[in-house]
T-cell receptor, first 116, second 115 residues
Framework: AQKITQTQPGMFVQEKEAVTLDCTYD???????LFWYKQPSSGEMIFLIY????DQQNATEGRYSLNFQKARKSANLVISASQLGDSAMYFC?????????????WGLGTSLAVNP | DSGVTQTPKHLITATGQRVTLRCSPR?????VYWYQQSLDQGLQFLIQ???????AKGNILERFSAQQFPDLHSELNLSSLELGDSALYFC??????????????FGPGTRLTVL
């Protein structure tokens, strides 16, 4: 069965510094996708970035980048130049390509607080 | 703004009652997903519809049902409500939902409180 693990329940970072949020996964599918979402205190779930398992390069979207290490089964989110508005819950999710694995499964999230 | 709309934003009701949550997907998206987010269980996938047909089922209770209409909007019906059903209910939509890269875009959610 597929599984996503986010081991950091809470993280703190100083404004303007970079922060890495950890995500490890387990799957037997040869092909899969990894997603990161942000949930601010207002509640909405915002898509941030996607990485395909066969993508040659790590995904980047503005200040967000994904440190994808396939052999280690990790897909860590890196936020550069943190801003106060980055304070939120961050969820890692995965989707496989076989049968029941096509559903998006989620980690429990990491709460990020950006200090001024 | 993701383009996914959900109504109502908040809902307060009593145990034993029935409620209907409504979702309109992004323009062009054929798949709709329903999720429940509670403090103790995180984000739980309930059900997916694709172009009017049920495609995948998750941890959806028998008291809950959903459908997707010809205009692609979807409704989630929750009946015989219990205190434990209090949660944030999200609708998400994606293109077909077939490909690994199909990204799900979420609506603002409906916060359900059962008293």
């Amino acid at each position: 069965a597929q599984k996503i693990t986010q081991t950091q329940p809470g993280m703190f970072v100083q404004e303007k510094e970079a922060v890495t949020l950890d995500c490890t996964y387990d799957t037997s599918d040869p092909s899969y996708g990894l997603f990161w979402y942000k949930q601010p205190s207002s509640g909405e779930m915002i898509f941030l970035i996607y990485q395909g398992s066969y993508d040659q390069q790590n995904a980047t979207e503005g200040r967000y980048s994904l440190n994808f290490q396939k052999a280690r089964k990790s897909a860590n989110l890196v936020i550069s130049a943190s801003q106060l508005g980055d304070s939120a819950m961050y969820f890692c999710a995965m989707k496989g390509n076989a049968g029941n694995n096509r559903k998006l499964i989620w980690g429990l999230g990491t709460s990020l607080a950006v200090n001024p | 703004d993701s383009g996914v709309t959900q109504t109502p934003k908040h809902l307060i009701t009593a145990t034993g009652q029935r409620v209907t949550l409504r979702c309109s997907p992004r323009s062009g998206d054929l798949s709709v997903y329903w999720y429940q987010q509670s403090l103790d269980q995180g984000l739980q996938f309930l059900i997916q519809y694709y172009n009017g047909e049920e495609r995948a089922k998750g941890n959806i209770l028998e008291r809950f049902s959903a459908q997707q209409f010809p205009d692609l909007h979807s409704e989630l019906n929750l009946s015989s409500l219990e205190l434990g059903d209090s949660a944030l209910y999200f609708c998400a939509s994606s293109d077909a939902g077939t490909y690994i890269s199909d990204t799900q875009y979420f609506g603002p959610g409906t916060r359900l409180t059962v008293l």
